[in-house]
Nanobody, 123 residues
Framework: QVQLVESGGGLVQPGGSLRLSCAAS????????MGWHRQAPGKQRDLVAS???????NYADSVWGRFTISRDNAKNTVYLQMNSLKPDDTAVYYC?????????????????WGQGTQVTVSS
């Protein structure tokens, strides 16, 4: 199993910045893709940004140029630098990782999710 622990959420004024972190732990053999999704009240959970082990990134159009995703493979950690925040960015942000773990029955590749961290952009 893999545990994902997010940190860095909070309340920020429009135009401000926040940096989210997500650290993975467990019987990890390899983490393939890592990413951030968000879910606003009454809406579906959408991809914000993702990054593969080689560093290739993908962003939602709504955050392009404002958010930057990065990862530290040695620390099994992914980051999301969020700049020029808007009220529409208000949501619970979830970390996601696709990882291979070493189970008693052998290697297993699966998706894992964090518990989420609240980001509120408001004056």
């Amino acid at each position: 199993q893999v545990q994902l622990v997010e940190s860095g959420g909070g309340l920020v004024q429009p135009g401000g910045s926040l940096r989210l972190s997500c650290a993975a732990s467990g019987s990890i053999v390899n983490i393939h893709h890592m990413g951030w999704h968000r879910q606003a009240p009454g809406k579906q959970r959408d991809l914000v940004a993702s990054i593969n082990r080689g560093g290739s990134t993908n962003y939602a159009d709504s955050v392009w140029g404002r958010f930057t995703i990065s990862r530290d493979n040695a620390k099994n950690t992914v980051y999301l630098q969020m700049n020029s925040l808007k009220p529409d960015d208000t949501a619970v942000y979830y970390c996601n990782a696709e990882a291979t773990t070493n189970q008693t029955t052998g290697f297993m590749r699966a998706d894992y999710w964090g518990q989420g961290t609240q980001v509120t952009v408001s004056s």
